[in-house]
C-alpha cells in the first residue's frame, strides 16, 4: 500500500455487514479519514483496528482535503469512511475522490453497505434502470421533481425522518398517485419496508432513516391521453358535486398525473384568454 486512496464501505447499522477486505484494509492504512470520527471509532474498537483517525467531512472537506492529498503524494496510504455505507454517496467522499484523481492518486473502492441499492432490490419496484437522487435540494427542489416527473426509470431518495412527511406530500404534489417504498432503518433491528402509493401514506413521527423509492412516470402518464380526457372526468366530478381540490386528486389519480398538471389543464381551459 501507498499513494492510495480507499474508499471504504462500512455498515448502515447492522456491524455484521463489515467485510473481511475493509478491515484488512482499515487495518494496513497509515490513517484513516472519517466523516464522524466518533462514530468510526466505535467501529475500529469492534473490529480491533488502531489505525490514527483524522476527521473530514461537509465543514472543513477543502483545507483538510488538501492535507491529505499532501501525505498522499509523499507516498502514505489512507482509507476514506463516511457516517455509513459507501463513501462519495450523498457524503462528502466524492470531493475527495475528485482531488485525489487531480494529483494521479490511485483510486480503490471497496465495496460494501449502501442504503440506496439495499432500499432498490427489497422495493418490489422495477431494478432495472434506475436513478439516485439523493437528497433533495432545499431550494428549488420543485424543479428538480418536474425535471424527473418524466423519468420512466425508478426514483430513489435520501430524507432525514423530520422532513419525511413533508417530502413524500411534495412527492405526491410533482408526481401523483405512484407505488412508493419506504425503506426505513435499513439492516437495523426495526428494519420495515412500507410499501404504498403516494398520497396514502400517513406516519406519525417517522423515526430513524429512511430511503422512498418511487416507481418512475408510467408509460400511460406520458403520452396516452389527451388533455380533453382528463377535463372530461374532472368536469364531471364537478358536476357529481365534488369539491374542487378532491376533484383534482381524484382526476390526478385515475391518469397518474400531479394535482398541479390536472390544476393547470383546468385553470388553462376555465380561465378567459
Ligand atoms: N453513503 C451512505 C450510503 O451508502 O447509503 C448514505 C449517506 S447519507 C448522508 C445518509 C442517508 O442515507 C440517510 O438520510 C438515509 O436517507 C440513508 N440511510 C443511511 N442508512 C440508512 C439505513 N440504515 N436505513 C435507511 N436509510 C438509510
Known amino acids: ?39 468510526t471509532r466505535k467501529l475500529l474498537a469492534h473490529f480491533d483496528i488502531h489505525t490514527p483517525l483524522i476527521h473530514y467531512d461537509e465543514n472543513n472537506k477543502s483545507t483538510v482535503g488538501k492535507k491529505i492529498i499532501a501525505r498522499l503524494l509523499e507516498g502514505e496510504s489512507a482509507a476514506c469512511v463516511t457516517d455509513a455505507g459507501t463513501p462519495a454517496i450523498s457524503d462528502p467522499g466524492a470531493d475527495l475522490v475528485r482531488l485525489a484523481l487531480e494529483h494521479n492518486i ?89 410499501r404504498g402509493q403516494l398520497g396514502s401514506i400517513e406516519l406519525d413521527a417517522p423515526r430513524g432513516e429512511f430511503v422512498i423509492v418511487v416507481e418512475g412516470a408510467p408509460e400511460a402518464m406520458v403520452e396516452n391521453f389527451i388533455d380533453s380526457d382528463v377535463l372530461t372526468i374532472y368536469n364531471r366530478l364537478i358536476d357529481e358535486g365534488v369539491e374542487r381540490k378532491e376533484a383534482m386528486r381524484r382526476t390526478a389519480k385515475q391518469f397518474g398525473l400531479s394535482r398541479r398538471d390536472v390544476y393547470q389543464m383546468t385553470v388553462k381551459e376555465t380561465e378567459p384568454e
Open 1 to 39: 500500500m501507498g499513494c492510495e486512496l480507499f474508499l471504504c464501505a462500512t455498515p448502515i447499522g447492522n456491524l455484521d455487514d463489515m467485510t473481511f477486505r475493509a478491515v484488512e484494509v482499515l487495518k494496513g492504512v497509515d490513517f484513516i479519514a472519517a466523516e464522524d470520527t466518533r462514530h
Open 106 to 194: 490511485k483510486i480503490v473502492p471497496i465495496p460494501g453497505a449502501c442504503a440506496a441499492i439495499n432500499a432498490l432490490i427489497a422495493s418490489g419496484l422495477e431494478t432495472g434502470s434506475f436513478i439516485f437522487v439523493g437528497f433533495l435540494p432545499n431550494k428549488n427542489f420543485s424543479d428538480r421533481l418536474q425535471a424527473l416527473k418524466d423519468r420512466r426509470e425508478t426514483l430513489i431518495f435520501y430524507e432525514a425522518p423530520h422532513r419525511l412527511q413533508r417530502t413524500l406530500e411534495n412527492l405526491f404534489e410533482a408526481f401523483g398517485a405512484r407505488r412508493v417504498t419506504l425503506a426505513r432503518e435499513l439492516t437495523k433491528i426495526h428494519e420495515e419496508f412500507i
